[in-house]
T-cell receptor, first 114, second 121 residues
Framework: DARVTQTPRHKVTEMGQEVTMRCQPILGHNTVFWYRQTMMQGLELLAYFRNRAPLDDSGMPKDRFSAEMPDATLATLKIQPSEPRDSAVYFC????????????FGPGTRLTVL | AQKITQTQPGMFVQEKEAVTLDCTYDTSDPSYGLFWYKQPSSGEMIFLIYQGSYDQQNATEGRYSLNFQKARKSANLVISASQLGDSAMYFCAMREGGRSILTGGGNKLTFGTGTQLKVEL
């Protein structure tokens, strides 16, 4: 049963610390998305990659957030330095751009910045 | 302007009854896809159903059907025979396809604000 995996599932950190979230997309999927969910903003896209190349990161605060795909099996989202307003659930999703419609979501990383 | 609008923050339905969750969308792209996802209290996002803008028939998946009215730009989710396990947040989302309809799962989704559904005995 192919699934998107995310680590860690929960993270509590102090303001100013670096946070790294990891995502393993479904094997064979060529597009990876990072979404953030908060009560105030709902679900919003932060960044996405196709064939490991960044396509759109306009939803991401550039001064503190960075997203990369070091290889086809790993996507990372880093926040440095973290702030309390970054507290949210961060979802990774993967999909295939070749005509297959669904995006599969990972279980999310619940981040709390104190 | 909101691209996806869900006007019902919360809905209640009796078990075994049908319920319709509303979704309207706004796009000038002729190629787009509409999705519904379910998010139970555990937090995961579960794909329910998809409707493509060129699809002639309304999509159905088991107890889920999508009432697609293209001229009105609406894509309402109908859940038949509600079950207690259907209690969850439901999100409508849109993928705009750009020039190619073959972008499939490779384009970003824009989500609505969600509808919290509560199924009662």
């Amino acid at each position: 049963d192919a699934r998107v995996t995310q680590t860690p599932r929960h993270k509590v950190t102090e303001m100013g610390q670096e946070v790294t979230m990891r995502c393993q997309p479904i094997l064979g999927h060529n597009t990876v998305f990072w979404y953030r969910q908060t009560m105030m903003q709902g679900l919003e896209l932060l960044a996405y990659f196709r064939n490991r190349a960044p396509l759109d990161d306009s939803g991401m605060p550039k001064d503190r957030f960075s997203a990369e795909m070091p290889d086809a099996t790993l996507a990372t989202l880093k926040i440095q330095p973290s702030e309390p307003r970054d507290s949210a659930v961060y979802f990774c999703a993967s999909g295939f751009s070749g005509g297959y419609n669904e995006q599969f979501f990972g279980p999310g990383t619940r981040l709390t910045v104190l | 302007a909101q691209k996806i609008t869900q006007t019902q923050p919360g809905m209640f339905v009796q078990e075994k009854e049908a319920v319709t969750l509303d979704c309207t969308y706004d796009t000038s792209d002729p190629s787009y896809g509409l999705f519904w996802y379910k998010q139970p209290s555990s937090g995961e996002m579960i794909f329910l159903i998809y409707q493509g803008s060129y699809d002639q028939q309304n999509a159905t998946e088991g107890r889920y059907s999508l009432n697609f009215q293209k001229a009105r730009k609406s894509a309402n989710l109908v859940i038949s025979a509600s079950q207690l396990g259907d209690s969850a947040m439901y999100f409508c989302a849109m993928r705009e396809g750009g020039r190619s309809i073959l972008t499939g799962g490779g384009n970003k989704l824009t989500f609505g604000t969600g509808t919290q559904l509560k199924v009662e005995l």
